[in-house]
Each structure stands twice: as structure tokens, then as C-alpha cells.
């Protein structure tokens, strides 16, 4: 099993900058993708972006251009850099990590989540 820890939420203005980080509770050397969900209120959980463990990365539209994704698999951390932040980008941030059956303890785990508030 995987735990996920996100961190480095907040409130920033219209603008500014975030850098989420995702640690996880065991090597995600193996882990075959790892990325970044978010959830607006009433709203469905959208991709924000991932990333595989070959390193290829993918990004939602609405964020291409302000967001990176990458991994340290030495921290067994993953990062979400934010950018030129827009209130649309408001919500809950999860990380999420998936393992490709059938590598052992395979499936989608999920991390409890961490606020982003952008305000204008």
C-alpha cells in the first residue's frame, strides 16, 4: 500500500505562486504514475497533471504553461510548481498514485487532499 501526504496549500492572490509537494510512504521508484488532481465546490475531480515514472509528464489544458509536475525519487516525493495563478485554479488538490497490475499492492491510491484558494 501507498500513504500520500500533500502539503503546501494556502490562500495567494491572483498571480502569485504554489508548490505542492506529495510525499509518499514507501519508494515511488516503482509506482508507474503519480499526479495531481483537483475538486472545485460542486464540482467534478478534474487532472490537473501527471507524471510516469519514466519521467513523461501530461498536464490539463486549462494549466499547460503554469504548472510543472515532477518526482524526486530519492525524496519519494512528488511536486506540483504553480504559477500565474487564477481563481479558476481554486479547490482541493490531491495527489494521487497509481500501480499497474501486476506489480505488487496494485491499484490507485489517493492522498486526504490540501486547499488552494487564489483569491482575485
Known amino acids: 500500500q501507498v500513504q500520500l501526504v500533500e502539503s503546501g496549500g494556502g490562500l495567494v492572490q491572483a498571480g502569485g505562486s504554489l508548490r505542492l509537494s506529495c510525499a509518499a510512504s514507501?519508494?515511488?521508484?516503482?509506482?508507474?504514475?503519480m499526479g495531481w488532481y483537483r475538486q472545485a465546490p460542486g464540482k467534478q475531480r478534474e487532472l490537473v497533471a501527471t507524471?510516469?515514472?519514466?519521467?513523461?509528464?501530461n498536464c490539463a489544458d486549462s494549466v499547460k504553461g503554469r504548472f510543472t509536475i515532477s518526482r524526486d525519487n530519492a525524496e519519494n516525493t512528488v511536486y506540483l510548481q504553480m504559477n500565474n495563478l487564477e481563481p479558476d485554479d481554486t479547490g482541493v488538490y490531491y495527489c494521487?498514485?497509481?500501480?499497474?497490475?501486476?506489480?505488487?499492492?496494485?491499484?490507485?491510491?489517493w492522498g486526504q487532499g490540501t486547499q488552494v484558494t487564489v483569491s482575485s
Open positions: 494521487y498514485s497509481l500501480i499497474l497490475y501486476p506489480r505488487p499492492n496494485y491499484g490507485t491510491y
Open positions: 514507501r519508494s515511488i521508484f516503482s509506482i508507474d504514475v
Open positions: 507524471i510516469t515514472s519514466s519521467g513523461r509528464t
